[in-house]
């Protein structure tokens, strides 16, 4: 049976949730699975890596970049006749997948909502979430990104302890450089992988304002989210922005405050399992999309809301 | 040098999509746009112009005759020049990538080449990236303030929640540009009258000699996602709502 291999990563030192999402779907395919990953230290995730066939650590003294990477996996995934290779659609992944894929002359289909290993099939959304595209992949190797909270995560399938072979890498980068970083807010929730996100809209009125979204958001451990006309207002940084040219999210539970619904935001949080919204204008296009609404001012619906959960929990 | 910038046609963000022959779309009264990101690409291109000074924007498309009217609106907004690889074929990215490489040797290359980090349509994130393969150029994706010095291009790549990394490459390179903090602009009459003018040159991949245009990824089929049954609205006093609201979201639709 051909091989799957999967790409988990270590973020800041920290096993990413995802990882999980990716780890049980290859698991449940019947299939002897080989993880890639990017750490120094892989003793703190060996619980994570239980039940994998192996685990190939990449280990570099200094920060390897996509390209050094791509170069790397296309090479460990042709050396260990890897057939099928999967990652979860992180910005990482959106920059290093079409390189090995383009590397490798392997078909790539991104953002999958379906796959089917066997068939070479799956499905993703196209024109913002609109539709649904199944495609079919020719080739001889496939690769494959899967839109975060899509698979269920369950936790190891064994105690068995991976076999690890850890391989150093060092840079080779051409003609571009990394200069610098600059460190995104510290213990925010990645929206992408949030299970729950609040979000505001131009209605907040301010940035102060959004301290309420944030105070509720922390009692749910949930992720805060903005809609494009309250990043353009200033009142949240851009990479709060759910939507059309922000991020497109897909949690369990996305609660839209103060937010009219505009179909550039619609299409970024659709795939929401549950969508709330609390709007003051019962005319709100957001409120026809909605599973459950409450007409009201958010200002006091807000404060209610994190005092009722705060009781009930 | 030349800068390059490739913008692809979409629908309109609010058209509403009708699925013909399984797997397209119905194209009667669909509106036309140029990609939210390839607007900014188009911005982010002229703004490399202005400090590099003395070289040509040549803003390239491939698709049927309809997309000639993208390349007007980049001509408009201050291209120099236009190319449309003109093609009714369905292509997946490994194609599109081939003819654009072929396409921008022919309008020249070494060049700087600019486009959005995905389009609207597929919303794939691959074409750049095959196409600097391609190349054998630098590339990378979602990518924000963009600036020229000699002989380099330096970028900011948003990453997770805020965080950042700062790259160069050296030129000839493929940048994918992400959204960036200010709202394109539109066209100026006089653009439009200017662009009116301008001769643009069309080519068929088989022109340019294309070669292995067959789909690696072929579509099967085309679907509208089930749709949400009708939301419920809460009524009653905002504590009483917001206390059945809680028991719904926990009992219901368990999801806190």
């Known amino acids: ?16 949730k995802s990882n999980h999402e990716l780890i049980s779907f290859a698991s449940k395919q019947g299939r002897e699975v080989i993880a890639i990953l990017c750490a120094e230290k892989l003793d703190s995730h060996l619980t994570h890596l239980q039940g994998l066939n192996k685990v190939i650590q990449l280990s570099s003294a ?6 050094t990477l791509s170069q790397v996996i296309s090479e460990t995934i042709k050396k260990e006749s890897i057939t099928d290779f ?8 959106k920059d290093l997948l079409p390189r090995i894929s383009a590397k490798l002359a392997a078909p790539m289909v991104c953002d999958c909502v379906k796959i089917d290993l066997s068939a070479h099939e799956a499905t993703k959304p196209v024109y913002s979430g609109k539709l649904l595209m199944n495609y079919k992949l020719n080739g001889e190797r496939y690769i494959y990104s899967v839109r975060p909270n899509t698979y269920p995560a369950e936790g190891p399938s064994s105690t068995q302890n991976p076999v690890v072979e850890t391989l150093t890498v060092n840079p080779q980068s051409q003609g571009m450089k990394l200069i610098g970083t600059t460190k995104g807010a510290s213990g925010r929730v990645d929206l992408a992988e949030a299970d729950i996100i609040i979000s505001g809209g131009r209605a907040m009125q301010s940035k102060e304002n959004f301290t309420l979204l944030a105070e509720l958001a922390e009692v749910l451990n949930a992720g805060v989210g903005a809609s494009r006309a309250a990043v353009d207002a200033e009142y949240a940084s851009y990479d ?25 935001h619609f299409v970024g949080m659709k795939t929401s399992k549950v969508i709330v919204a609390i709007n003051r ?7 026809k999309k909605a599973d459950y609404g409450i007409v009201g001012d958010l200002f006091k619906i807000i404060p209610l809301l994190k005092e009722e959960i705060k009781r009930v929990f | 040098m030349n800068i390059i910038v490739c913008v692809k046609q979409v629908p309109d963000t609010e058209a509403s999509l009708i699925v013909k022959d399984g797997v397209g779309i119905n194209e009667a009264n669909i509106k036309w746009i140029i990609s939210p990101y390839d607007e900014y690409a188009i911005e982010e291109a002229l703004k490399l112009k202005k400090t590099l000074g003395n070289v040509t924007l040549t803003a390239l498309t491939l698709g049927p005759s309809r997309c000639e009217s993208a390349l007007r609106t980049a001509l408009a ?3 120099d020049a236009a190319f449309h690889m003109e093609s009714e074929q369905v292509l997946d990215h490994m194609g599109t990538a081939r003819c654009l490489a072929a396409a921008i040797k022919e309008i020249g290359f070494p060049s700087i080449i600019v486009m959005g980090k995905q389009a609207i349509d597929d919303d794939a994130y691959m074409t750049h990236i095959y196409l600097a393969e391609q190349l054998n150029a630098p590339v990378s994706t979602n990518l924000t303030n963009v600036t020229v010095t000699d002989n380099e291009i330096t970028a900011d790549r948003e990453i997770d929640e805020g965080a950042k990394e700062h790259l160069s490459f050296s030129l000839p390179c493929v940048l994918g540009i992400g959204k960036c903090a200010y709202t394109p602009k539109l066209p100026n009459l006089m653009g439009v009258m200017k662009s009116k003018k301008v001769l643009i040159p069309k080519k068929s991949p088989v022109d340019l000699d294309v070669k292995e ?3 690696s990824v072929s579509a099967l089929k085309l679907f509208a996602p089930p749709e949400k049954p009708q939301g419920r609205i809460i009524g009653g006093e905002p504590e009483v709502a917001v206390k059945e609201l809680v028991r719904l979201l926990k009992e219901e639709a368990k999801v806190i």
């Open chain 2, 77 to 79: 907004l201050g291209a």
């Open chain 2, 213 to 215: 245009l067959s789909p």
């Open chain 1, 1 to 16: 049976m051909s091989k799957l291999g999967i790409f988990l990563e270590i973020k800041d030192g920290k096993f990413k």
């Open chain 1, 62 to 67: 200094t920060a390897l970049l996509n390209d």
């Open chain 1, 86 to 93: 999967l990652a979860m659609a992180t910005p990482l992944a």
């Open chain 1, 281 to 287: 204008d019962p005319e709100a296009p957001i409120f």
């Open chain 1, 240 to 264: 709060m922005q759910v939507g059309q040219t922000g991020k497109v999210v897909n949690p369990k539970l996305y609660l839209a405050a103060g937010i009219s619904g505009a179909i550039q």
